[in-house]
């Protein structure tokens, strides 16, 4: 059972990247997922997420407008556009699923049970 982030890089302020996350060993299809950040020195921090039907979103206020997450279960995969992108967006992303996912509007590390690796964001401003 292993979540696979990718699509980080470098990119200048007020740029665009779309993240994915995709799954080996189960399908996103049955799990909420969520996206968290890392930034240097600075505890994990939930940015976003989407209950199993896709039909609730959750974002944190610092992203509201600019980031969008969505899922295409076809292709097993959860993808988080981010937008207008700033350097304190700057952080290592990663995806994480579980079954039920977080209880309301609000999302912790200890709502998701399966983690990946992570993928880093660099915003140069």
């Known amino acids: 059972v292993q979540l696979q982030a990718s699509g980080g890089g470098l990119v200048q302020a007020g740029g665009s990247l779309i993240l994915s996350c995709t799954s080996t060993g189960f399908m996103l299809d049955g799990s909420a997922v969520g996206w968290f950040r890392q930034a240097p020195g600075k505890e994990r921090q939930g940015v976003s997420y989407?209950?199993?039907?896709?039909?609730?979103?959750y974002y944190a206020e610092s992203v509201k407008g600019r980031f969008t997450i969505s899922r295409d279960n076809a292709k097993n995969t959860v993808y988080l556009q981010l937008n207008s992108l700033k350097a304190e967006d700057t952080a290592v992303y990663y995806c994480?699923?579980?079954?039920?996912?977080?209880?309301?509007?609000?999302?912790?590390?200890?709502?998701?049970?399966?983690w990946g690796q992570g993928t880093l964001v660099t915003v140069s401003s």
């Open positions: 994480a699923a579980d079954r039920w996912g977080p209880p309301g509007a609000t999302m912790t590390t200890s709502d998701f049970g399966s």
């Open positions: 989407i209950t199993r039907s896709g039909g609730n979103t």
